[in-house]
């Protein structure tokens, strides 16, 4: 079975286990999400078109990870005018698993988000989650001195602003 999904502003043809990259979508990874508007359903020969939405139709989903896409670069040039503009855009993104199509009017079961269970973990381990934070603070005290250190160094290696004149020599 499969069916044609629209989100982001695009449409997807996806079947059951598909996983697809769309725009970002509210949600951590793990999360349950419903896209309700299915324009086409279909099975073999068999497909039924929506108008523009297929009604009581939708597609379950687990939000796999959020992440960006690659950098684009845009360049602006005005010929003669040595005018150039350089600009740069990462688009976010979200990976999504198709987990089931449903067709009138079901809904999916709502699953458990796979974050919870560390949640559980972290309230029983009271005393474990402050000596992690204080673990991690000072890794990045020590780190911020470095960076400092390496910037004085660079300015140390500057050459003298200026140069004794050279002596002419007369014969």
């Given amino acids: 079975m499969f069916a044609v999904i629209k989100t982001g502003g695009k449409q997807y043809k ?3 286990d598909d996983v697809i990259v769309i725009e970002k979508l509210e949600g951590e990874a793990g999360e349950a999400v419903s896209f309700d508007s299915v324009l086409m359903v279909g ?5 039924k078109a929506g108008v523009p939405f297929v009604e009581g139709a939708s597609v379950a989903a687990e939000v796999v990870e959020q992440t960006r896409g690659d950098k684009i670069l845009i ?7 040595n005018h150039r503009r350089t600009n740069g855009h990462r688009q976010d993104l ?8 449903l067709t009138d009017g ?3 079961a709502a699953k458990a988000k796979k974050a919870a ?3 559980e973990a972290a309230d029983g381990d ?7 934070a204080k673990a991690e603070k000072p890794k990045a005290a020590k780190k911020a001195p470095a960076k400092k250190a390496a910037a004085k160094k660079a300015t140390a290696k500057k050459a003298p602003a200026k140069k004794a004149a050279a002596k002419k020599k007369e014969d």
């Avoid at 099975?43 to 497909?47: I, L, V």
């Avoid at 009271?126 to 992690?132: G, L, N």
């Fill in 94 to 101: 979200t990976v999504v698993k198709i987990t089931d199509i």
């Fill in 117 to 119: 269970p560390k949640k």
């Fill in 126 to 132: 009271a005393e474990a989650a402050p000596k992690e």
């Fill in 106 to 108: 079901k809904k999916a």
């Fill in 14 to 16: 996806v079947a059951k």
């Fill in 75 to 81: 360049f602006k040039k005005k010929r003669r005018k």
């Fill in 43 to 47: 099975e073999g020969a068999e497909t």
